[in-house]
């Protein structure tokens, strides 16, 4: 018996094969990059569009917090590293992560378009991230169990890392590829031209960034980026859409978590001051039709031409060329967006407190950005806006002395990778963990 037990053991692998301990749900590769592509953009726009908007929302004044963790966010400027666990998390492990296998299955079947798509989103990706946090692991990151612990990448270094990447997305977007993007592609349904103009958008965003560092050279470079490869409408808006089956997350948010969180006054007040009719449509009611972003069907818009013509604005502005005819087509943009039409939006330039035919040199900025900041609205760019240019002036919250600069980094940093962590704070001089007062490299820090 002894015998035939041992003999039935040792044939065990004949007859159970070790293939029986993998989970076909939970590959660890893909074959096709096609299978990947739309997850991947939908977690994306859940990322940026959920956690990343609101809390930084609420530092820009977009949002007043009001009931639970988003009351003390806002009256105190408490933001934890618990809070932002979620979005440091899905944006590494659902985002760059999943980004990489994409692309590593694409280039194995010849896929460069694929491939420059994973690479622009990777460049959306770790812009979002250094933008609130600073330096993070970028280089060595996403390695899986080979490297369990990356260091962190100074902002200096990502904010390089993410023109290679759009420059080399671009380049593989205007490769001939034999496998070709189409209903996969839940932004551009493989329209590559609308992808490669999405791509020079980028460049730009984070060219005109440095303003604070060089001015002249973050607006000359814009300009080149965006004239490579123009925004034409609305229609070249980097955006994922929702359904009623999944809705927009702001529509899930204020759903679910109804009084968490509303309009700040601030830019209620901001809106009201300079009569703009985008009021009813620039809110957080999920009952009001008009509310615009908090749809069930609303997109989370990544980068948009309003972006683009607001950015060629300033960067005119700044090298001394008249930025008049930008800045009607960035406002007019930002109407049509929200429904309504381009004559409101001439009537609403036509005011003295809006229009930038008689001002010059700081008023004429002051006015661009202001601008832009409206139209961002509920993005976290607004929140990088505010902190490069002081636009439009805000003011900290009873009992505070200032406004926070930078987000906390995520707890499982120090559960997991303290050192590195650690190493971070100090070469950035932030003091601990809880100094939200210090900026970020593009913002005056280190």
């Known amino acids: 018996m002894l015998s035939l037990t041992i003999a039935a053991l040792s044939a065990c692998d004949a007859i159970i094969p070790p293939s029986i301990n993998v989970d076909p749900n939970n590959p660890t590769s893909i074959s096709a990059p096609s299978l990947l ?82 690479q622009l989103l990777r460049a959306l990706i770790l812009g979002n991230l250094t933008d609130v946090f600073g330096d993070i692991p970028s280089s060595q990151a996403a390695q899986g169990a080979t490297n369990l612990r990356p260091q962190f990448d100074s902002q200096q270094q990502i904010y390089t890392q993410i023109q290679s990447l759009l420059d080399s997305a671009l380049t593989n977007l205007a490769a001939t590829s034999p496998l070709a993007m189409g209903a996969d592609d839940q932004m551009y349904r493989g329209n590559i031209a609308q992808w490669r103009r999405a791509a020079s958008l980028l460049k730009a965003r984070y060219a005109i960034r440095l303003t604070k560092l060089n001015a002249m050279q973050a607006a000359t470079q814009s300009l080149q980026f965006l004239r490579a490869n123009p925004l034409t409408g609305n229609a070249d808006d980097l955006q994922i859409t929702f359904s009623a089956g999944a809705p927009n997350p702001m529509n899930q948010f204020q759903n679910q978590r109804a009084g968490n969180i509303d309009t700040n006054r601030a830019f209620t007040n901001l809106l009201r001051r300079l009569n703009d009719p985008r009021f009813p449509r620039l809110t957080l009611r999920t009952n009001n039709l008009l509310s615009w972003h908090v749809q069930t069907t609303a997109p989370v818009i990544l980068a948009s031409f309003a972006e683009a013509k607001f950015i060629e604005a300033e960067a005119l502005a700044r090298t001394g060329q008249s930025a008049t005819d930008a800045y009607r087509d960035a406002v007019r943009a930002s109407f049509t967006k929200l429904g309504l039409t381009a004559a409101e939006a001439d009537t609403y330039l036509a005011q003295e407190s809006v229009s930038i035919a008689s001002t010059s040199g700081a008023e004429t900025l002051t006015r661009i950005v202001t601008q832009k900041f409206i139209a961002l609205f509920p993005s976290g760019e607004g929140y990088n806006e505010w902190r490069r240019t ?44 809880g100094d939200l007062a210090t900026p970020v490299w593009w913002d005056g820090g280190r």
């Open 37 to 118: 592509l739309t997850p991947v953009q939908v977690n994306i726009g859940y990322a940026i569009g959920g956690d990343g908007s609101r809390y930084a929302g609420i530092f820009s004044q977009y949002y007043s917090g009001l009931d639970r963790q988003f009351l003390t966010i806002n009256d105190n400027y408490q933001l934890s590293e618990a809070d932002v666990t979620t979005y440091w998390s899905n944006l590494y492990a659902s985002g760059l992560n999943e980004l990489i296998l994409l692309a590593d299955a694409a280039r194995a079947r010849n896929g460069a378009n694929y491939v420059g798509a994973s």
């Open 390 to 433: 002081g636009v439009p002036a805000l003011t900290p919250n009873s009992g505070q002395s200032a406004i926070p600069r930078r987000f906390p980094y995520p707890q499982e940093e120090r559960f997991y990778n303290d050192a590195n962590r650690v190493a971070a704070l100090a070469r950035q001089g932030v003091r601990d963990a």
